[in-house]
């Protein structure tokens, strides 16, 4: 069976990534933003997320929204750790200590 919407037939399925019960406001636009890019970019993405909204809604103790790898940065740190987790996996794989040479690193700052 296909998991894909018809509309989005073969950019997008309809497993979410950023599940349900954040906080964010009701009809919030980067909500939704967010939500429909993570079903974009699949399972095999890991989210580098400035301070802002998704952060504060998103990720609250002891629940997170995020059903993929995710870390939290500073405002102005997000493509120097983005970066520096995408050296890692380039140096891990280069080694033969995983195999996660199609992951996706994606820097988020609102």
């Not at 199609?102 to 609102?110: E, L, P, Q």
Request: glycine share 10%; aromatic share 6%; with cysteine.
């Amino acid at each position: 069976m296909d998991n894909k919407p018809a509309l989005a037939g073969r950019m997008m399925d309809t497993k979410e990534r950023f599940a349900p019960g954040h906080r964010a406001c009701i009809g919030c636009g980067e909500a939704l933003a967010v939500r429909m890019a993570c079903k974009i970019l699949g399972d095999n993405v890991i989210i580098v997320n400035a301070t802002g909204c998704m952060e504060i809604v998103a990720s609250q103790l002891p629940y997170t929204s995020w059903t993929v790898p995710w870390i939290h940065t500073l405002f102005e740190n997000t493509a120097a750790v983005a970066s520096g987790i995408e050296s890692g996996i380039k140096s891990l794989v280069r080694k033969g200590r995983t195999d996660l040479a199609d992951t996706k690193v994606v820097g988020y700052r609102r």
